[in-house]
T-cell receptor
Framework: GEDVEQSLFLSVREGDSSVINCTYT??????LYWYKQEPGAGLQLLTY?????DMKQDQRLTVLLNKKDKHLSLRIADTQTGDSAIYFC??????????????FGKGTKLSVKP | DTEVTQTPKHLVMGMTNKKSLKCEQH?????MYWYKQKAKKPPELMFV???????INESVPSRFSPECPNSSLLNLHLHALQPEDSALYLC????????????FGAGTRLSVL
């Protein structure tokens, strides 16, 4: 079945790089996503990557995709205290033949220490 | 503008109350979604509306009743809820049903007493 796995916690010091890893199961997923959720808030789309790309960079964010290993990572450069949040990886599930319903991982709680 | 607006932000209701959650988007998206998120868990899909018609109901109890009056608006009517229904309810929309990026609102935090 469809499943997305992430480590639950990551702690880094301010200014360091953070790397959040994710493995997924549905190789037919057209896009893979990273969402950020701050305490008490909704989900903010951080970035997404098309499945035929290996890498996408957007300012401090770098997404790496290894389709062979079904591994997705999110690197945040120069991590700030404002980056403290839960980060969800998501793949597109297969619902009745349609791609697109999101399957989320359990989320990685990133704590940034000053 | 990728904004999805949800109201109210917080709601407290008793088990005999009837209340509604509202979601609005003005991006011209043709699909809208309701998700439920319990504490420390990922969001779980409840309903999908495609072109204003209900296309997916993830076996949600009938005490939750969705409604899509027009392409910009999505409601979730609540009646006779249980305390275990307390959660963050998230609305999302996408340009095309079940494809592409979904944009989420800030959610309504519901407490059922």
């Amino acid at each position: 079945g469809e499943d997305v796995e992430q480590s639950l916690f990551l702690s880094v010091r301010e200014g360091d790089s953070s790397v959040i890893n994710c493995t997924y199961t549905d190789s037919s997923s057209t896009y893979l996503y990273w969402y950020k959720q701050e305490p008490g808030a909704g989900l903010q789309l951080l970035t997404y990557i098309f499945s035929n790309m290996d890498m996408k960079q957007d300012q401090r964010l770098t997404v790496l995709l290894n389709k062979k290993d079904k591994h997705l990572s999110l690197r945040i450069a120069d991590t700030q205290t404002g980056d403290s949040a839960i980060y969800f990886c998501a793949e597109e599930g297969n619902y009745g033949g349609s791609q697109g319903n999101l399957i989320f991982g359990k989320g990685t709680k990133l704590s940034v220490k000053p | 503008d990728t904004e999805v607006t949800q109201t109210p932000k917080h709601l407290v209701m008793g088990m005999t109350n009837k209340k509604s959650l509202k979601c609005e988007q003005h991006m011209g998206h043709r699909a809208m979604y309701w998700y439920k998120q319990k504490a420390k868990k990922p969001p779980e899909l409840m309903f999908v509306y495609s072109y204003e018609k209900l296309s997916i109901n993830e076996s949600v109890p009938s005490r939750f009743s969705p409604e899509c009056p027009n392409s910009s608006l999505l409601n979730l009517h609540l009646h006779a809820l249980q305390p275990e229904d307390s959660a963050l309810y998230l609305c999302a929309s996408s340009q095309v049903p079940l494809a592409g990026v979904q944009y989420f609102g800030a959610g309504t935090r519901l407490s059922v007493l």
